[in-house]
């Protein structure tokens, strides 16, 4: 595919959503209330509102190598206080995907340059998780449970966030962990049960009374 083909489909696009609805573009652009904050892959592979079947303006989307959320990131740290401070999101989302390629590097022994330090975050689960993932002796097995396990811990790191712990003394806000089967389109809610992990370590991050 070449840029003038990607120009012909926007304005094919632009004719379908004009045929069904003269007023979409108008409402468009009034402003976005999203309910959710997906934060995902950068894989081009995994696409999140085609994945989720929504529509514009109903979920606000941030991406990077392996769905990462580090406490240092400038980046995800602002996305995640604009979608709770400003937006008012309900729901926020991290969806790791197996065949992740962010996961597998991480645990490949050799110097992947500029990559190092955000795959570093990676290997830290995998330290974190030890024991249950060598216990696992099938390699793609054990890749696909690191995928999941990263997405348990970013969620984590989601919920340390002090937009995060403000926002439930006000309301109900939901953090989940979601995988994408890429081999079947599968969408798998992990059903990671937060409040067991937490308690064990909520003295120690607790910032709001």
Avoid at 108 to 123: E, T
Wanted: glycine share 6%; aromatic share 8%.
């Amino acid at each position: 595919m070449d840029v003038d083909k990607i120009f012909e489909n926007n304005r094919n696009w632009i004719a379908q959503k004009l045929q069904v609805d003269e007023h979409y573009f108008t409402n468009l652009s009034k402003g976005q209330t999203p309910e959710f904050l997906y934060i995902g892959c950068s894989d081009s592979r995994v696409s999140a509102e085609e994945l989720m079947g929504v529509a514009p303006g109903q979920v606000f989307v941030h991406r990077n190598i392996a769905n990462m959320v580090p406490n240092t990131d400038l980046n995800s740290m602002s996305v995640i206080n604009y979608a709770v401070e400003h937006l008012k999101v309900n729901h926020i989302v991290v969806c790791g995907h197996y065949g992740c390629g962010g996961v597998k590097a991480a645990m490949q022994q050799s110097d992947l340059g500029i990559l190092n330090p955000w795959l570093r975050n990676i290997r830290d689960v995998y330290r974190l998780h030890k024991k249950e993932l060598n216990a696992i002796t099938d390699e793609e097995q054990r890749y696909r449970r690191l995928a999941e396990l990263n997405v348990q811990e970013q969620c984590i790191n989601i919920i340390k966030t002090a937009e995060v712990q403000k926002a439930n003394t006000e309301r109900n806000l939901k953090v989940y962990g979601w995988i994408f089967d890429i081999h079947s389109g599968k969408l798998i809610d992990l059903n990671i049960d937060f409040n067991e992990i937490i308690n064990g370590i909520r003295e120690i991050y607790k910032i709001t009374s």
